[in-house]
């Protein structure tokens, strides 16, 4: 009976450590302005500026790889600084302190900014590979400040062409596409990760869905789990600025788009990429709303 016991365990410890040697770890859900939002003096960020626990950094997350203690940085956010220590306090210092590449989405500030810690000014990085779509690359090498990060050999621009995929080891491959949104120094990225048989996707920044030449229920039929930009839960979240300026998918758009949809399906979308304005960042009863109709949000720290 012992015995049994103790190879019913040694199993299970075997199938726990294959099954989790690939994560995706999130280590921001916020929009690019961070929340508490700068300004903002509102009921929505109030008592978020007293208060460091209800803080949210930019959207980005961790791809890891521990067969080949290996990991990449979706995003470099104004938040880099903060989201590297979780990183490392989420790994338990197992993974080098940089990543072994950094994915950009686009040109907005809360997606790529955070390079500039790799300067000599801060970290003084040798040759930190960034992967970017061709606008995007085409900005990072002939734009300062970014151009000295890559005349100094900070970082290696690694080009990326959407639909194409990139072999990152044996197990993890990534794809990035092209989604329609305010494209004013760059081109905005999606991305596709494969890790074995399993398919992540991650838009954080959308036009809206119907812009896009895909079907966004069909991309999530056919991944596992989909992280989707929520910067905003309904239309009214701005008076007095035009919605038309910084154009998203609603929330509440993207919920109806999915209502008839089965609940596997449904669970597998995780909201991400909240403006401070967003409900979702502070109000418990429209968590739970969102959540009793089968969708997950996105939080700092959380392991899928």
């Known amino acids: 009976m012992k015995l049994s016991l103790l190879l019913s365990s040694l199993i299970c410890i075997s199938y726990c450590t294959t099954l989790f040697t690939q994560e995706i770890i999130i280590l921001g859900v916020a929009q690019d302005g961070g929340y508490p939002h700068p300004g903002c003096s509102k009921t929505c960020c109030a008592t978020a500026h007293l208060h460091d626990s209800l803080k949210n950094n930019v959207v980005s997350f961790a791809l890891t790889d521990s067969v080949t203690h290996q990991w990449w940085l979706f995003e470099a956010t104004p938040d880099i600084t903060a989201q590297l220590e979780l990183f490392k306090q989420q790994t338990l210092s197992a993974y080098?302190?940089?990543?072994?590449?950094?994915?950009?989405?686009?040109a907005h500030i809360g997606h790529y900014t955070g390079l500039m810690y790799l300067g000599r000014e801060a970290m003084n990085t040798k040759n930190v590979p960034v992967y970017a779509l061709p606008r995007m690359f085409d900005y990072l090498k002939t734009n300062g400040p970014w151009s000295q990060l890559v005349s100094l050999g900070n970082i290696q621009l690694q080009p990326m062409l959407a639909d194409s995929l990139i072999f990152l080891n044996d197990r993890l491959l990534v794809q990035a596409f092209t989604v329609p949104h305010r494209d004013e120094f760059s081109e905005t990225a999606g991305f596709k990760i494969m890790v074995n048989q399993k398919k992540i996707l991650f838009i954080p920044d959308i036009h809206k869905w119907e812009k896009w030449n895909r079907k966004i229920v069909e991309e999530v039929n056919k991944a596992d789990i989909a992280l989707l930009d929520a910067t905003?839960?309904?239309?009214?979240?701005?008076?007095?600025?035009?919605?038309?300026?910084?154009?998203?998918?609603?929330?509440?758009?993207?919920?109806?788009?999915?209502e008839q949809q089965p609940a596997e399906i449904k669970n597998r979308i995780y909201f991400i990429h909240f403006n401070h304005t967003n409900p979702?960042?502070?109000?418990?009863?429209?968590?739970?709303?969102?959540?009793?109709?089968?969708?997950?949000?996105?939080?700092?720290?959380?392991?899928?």
């Open 96 to 106: 080098n302190y940089l990543p072994d590449g950094i994915f950009l989405t686009h």
């Open 232 to 258: 905003f839960f309904t239309a009214d979240e701005l008076p007095g600025r035009k919605m038309e300026e910084v154009p998203h998918p609603m929330v509440t758009e993207t919920m109806a788009l999915f």
């Open 280 to 304: 979702l960042l502070w109000d418990t009863v429209k968590k739970q709303e969102v959540e009793q109709k089968g969708f997950h949000i996105a939080y700092s720290g959380q392991k899928l």
